[in-house]
């Protein structure tokens, strides 16, 4: 059983910065399409985030271009995600995921990010 793996949350400070990670407990068993982060806030739906290809194309909303990068390393079978001059709006539980080429995707638990003073 694939499981992802994700830390780096916390509470920060708006102007601050934090560093998401989501790693593969397991191997997936199929090509992988694309990796990435959606997120949810209460009462708001699901937004992608950002999410990077398995050939290195990223792709991010419009509400975090500029200030959030995505990367990955692949000897550690782990994504990162880097968010700098973070906002209160950004507050939300990020969801990693990785979809492979037969449309099936796997989800991280989750990881709570808090913008606030």
């Known amino acids: 059983q694939v499981q992802l793996v994700e830390s780096g949350g916390g509470l920060v400070q708006p102007g601050g910065s934090l560093r998401l990670s989501c790693a593969a407990s397991?191997?997936?068993?199929?090509?992988?399409?694309?990796m990435g982060w959606y997120r949810q806030a209460p009462g708001k739906q699901r937004e992608l985030v950002a999410s990077?290809?398995?050939?290195?194309?990223?792709n991010y909303a419009d509400s975090v271009k500029g200030r959030f990068t995505i990367s990955r390393d692949n000897a550690k079978n782990t994504v990162y995600l880097q968010m700098n001059s973070l906002k209160p709006e950004d507050t939300a539980v990020y969801y990693c995921?990785?979809?492979?080429?037969?449309?099936?995707?796997?989800w991280g638990q989750g990881t709570q990010v808090t913008v606030s003073s």
């Open positions: 995921f990785r979809r492979v080429v037969s449309g099936v995707s796997y």
């Open positions: 397991g191997s997936i068993p199929s090509s992988i399409y694309a």
């Open positions: 990077i290809t398995s050939v290195g194309g990223t």
